[in-house]
């Protein structure tokens, strides 16, 4: 079956750890993207990836760091920088980000952190 | 500023109805527009995409409208049903060459039986 996974659906920490969730893409596409979801706020873009290697910030990279050395691969880490971790993460792809490619998104991974 | 508004937090319609969801942005010129469904805990899907040329655009009970006179698209599902309770997510491209979706907050529409 093609898709995105992220994992883990759920994840825990401490204040002050860097954390990183996964986001795997089977799918070939040469786009991926993060975004952070809160109650109310609806998707805001972390950051994003047209190709291996390459990646630009969105709206709210401040805290976050990411890597695309594969293809299908684009895990996020949520550095102690960052002010207010807790949230629900998405991950997505889509086949570029030239118009007009709709994005298929992971399932999400839910970070608390106390 | 550049905004992208969704009419309303939450909406809740009978079976049966129609349903009709808003999405009115500002200083954007899309050349399209998507809307996407979002379960609870879950990551939103793809539903439907219309471009600037295209007035109108259906999927079985989904009507997509989009008027750039108004910039404004409507999102209609007709003959409601309980399982179409969802958050229901606009988004456009900033047409700014190569530049992501702007998502709006969606709107949470909740049919009741």
Excluded at chain 1, 17 to 34: F, G, I, K, R
Excluded at chain 2, 5 to 29: D, F, H, V
Excluded at chain 2, 34 to 57: A, S
Aim: hydrophobic share 30%; with cysteine; glycine share 6%.
């Amino acid at each position: 079956d093609g898709g995105i996974t992220q994992s883990p659906k759920y994840l825990f920490r401490k204040e002050g750890q860097n954390v990183t969730l996964s986001c795997e893409q089977n799918l070939n596409h040469d786009a991926m993207y993060w975004y952070r979801q809160d109650p109310g706020q609806g998707l805001r873009l972390i950051y994003y990836s047209q190709i291996v290697n390459d990646f630009q910030k969105g709206d709210i990279a401040e805290g976050y760091s990411v890597s695309r050395e594969k293809k299908e691969s684009f895990p996020l880490t949520v550095t102690s920088a960052q002010k207010n971790p807790t949230a629900f993460y998405l991950c997505a792809s889509s086949i570029s980000t030239d118009a007009p490619y709709e994005q298929y998104f992971g399932p999400g991974t839910r970070l608390t952190v106390t | 500023s550049q905004k992208i508004e969704q009419n309303s937090e939450a909406l809740n319609i009978q079976e049966g109805k129609t349903a009709t969801l808003t999405c009115n942005y500002t200083n954007y010129s899309p050349a399209y527009l998507q809307w996407y469904r979002q379960d609870p805990g879950r990551g939103p899907v793809f539903l439907l995409l219309i471009r600037e040329n295209e007035k109108e655009k259906r999927k079985e009970r989904l009507k997509v409208t989009f008027d750039t006179t108004l910039k404004q698209s409507l999102f209609h599902i007709t003959a409601s049903q309980p399982a179409d309770s969802a958050t229901y997510l606009c988004a456009l491209d900033p047409s700014s060459g190569n530049t992501p979706l702007v998502f709006g907050k969606g709107t949470r529409l909740s049919v009741i039986a």
